[in-house]
């Protein structure tokens, strides 16, 4: 591990101890929150926490869809100064969060420019209100195009032609390594039961895709910079409810085939579909889960 030199670590220490939205930190912690505030309110109304899971903060789902929107833009930006802008002096970057406000228009976000490490972070950033307060910041280019997650729609469309690779050492990982991301009453249940419940769950959601293309709904995945598809598991083959989890599917397009990968439960679910869209499907919405 290198650790750099004792003004990097002193600056890494000073970042650390702010509060921070990935790349992004606040001098004075209260002015993190505030800052989630002002963005919630601004944007076309949508529900940024979850009805019942309890945040430390307000607004959970937004600081990590601000978190990812960032990072995802670090990684596409080229130089060009397109996706992440710089003003005149490189003294303030700006770009653009991929949201609208009440009045649609794109929400763009401004802060101080600095590093840590080589890697960049922008200190006490702010909504920008106007091209008119970025050309006093010294702006001459003030549209930073949006993230970019796929180039071609197929991508975010759950191909019904495919089939289902329902391998033999994936079920072990899901029936067996995480059983605990089951609901309670499936906790004891005989593993060939629940994977009996599982297959069938998984057949049902085809099914259901068949007749309504956006019931499996795609998602980005940060860590490893892909699209993959979320599907709904109703062990009880009822959808009055809510789903238990969700399902991982990774694409193979050589195979023409989608691989399981995992389950998740329902907020970890819908903060990666987010960064994509806002889910349409009633059984991904943060009002019920």
């Known amino acids: 591990m290198e650790w750099g030199s004792l003004n990097d670590f002193e600056q890494i220490r000073i970042v650390n101890s702010c509060f921070n939205i990935g790349f992004m930190y606040f001098e004075s912690y209260q002015d993190g929150p505030e800052f989630l505030e002002d963005i919630a309110k601004s944007t076309i109304p949508e529900t940024w926490k979850y009805k019942n899971k309890p945040s430390a903060i307000n607004h959970p789902i937004l600081k990590s869809y601000l978190e990812n929107i960032l990072n995802r833009l670090i990684k596409e930006d080229d130089g060009n100064n397109n996706k992440l802008i710089y003003s005149k002096d490189r003294k303030y970057v700006l770009f653009n969060t991929n949201l609208l406000d009440r009045y649609f228009h794109e929400v763009l976000i401004v802060g101080e420019a600095g590093n840590v490490n080589g890697e960049l972070r922008i200190k006490n950033p702010f909504r920008a209100t106007g091209p008119g307060q970025l050309r006093k910041l010294g702006f001459s280019n003030n549209n930073p195009l949006p993230p970019q997650f796929f180039d071609d729609v197929n991508e975010v469309i759950f191909q019904t032609s495919w089939e289902i690779d329902k391998d033999y050492d994936t079920f072990t990982h899901i029936i067996e390594e995480r059983r605990d991301r089951f609901p309670n009453e499936y906790q004891d ?101």
Do not use: C, H
Request: glycine share 0%.
């Open 189 to 289: 249940t005989p593993t060939e039961e629940l994977a009996s419940k599982f297959d069938n769950a998984i057949n049902f959601a085809v099914a259901l895709t068949q007749r309504n293309y956006k019931f499996i709904v795609p998602m980005y995945r940060p860590q490893d910079d892909i699209i993959q598809l979320l599907m709904p598991i109703y062990l009880k083959g009822t959808y009055a409810e809510q789903p238990d989890f969700a399902l991982i599917l990774t694409p193979n397009k050589e195979l023409s085939m989608y691989e399981p990968e995992t389950i998740l439960p329902l907020d970890a679910a819908y903060q990666n579909a987010r960064l994509i869209a806002k889910p349409e499907e009633s059984w991904l919405n943060p009002d019920k889960i």
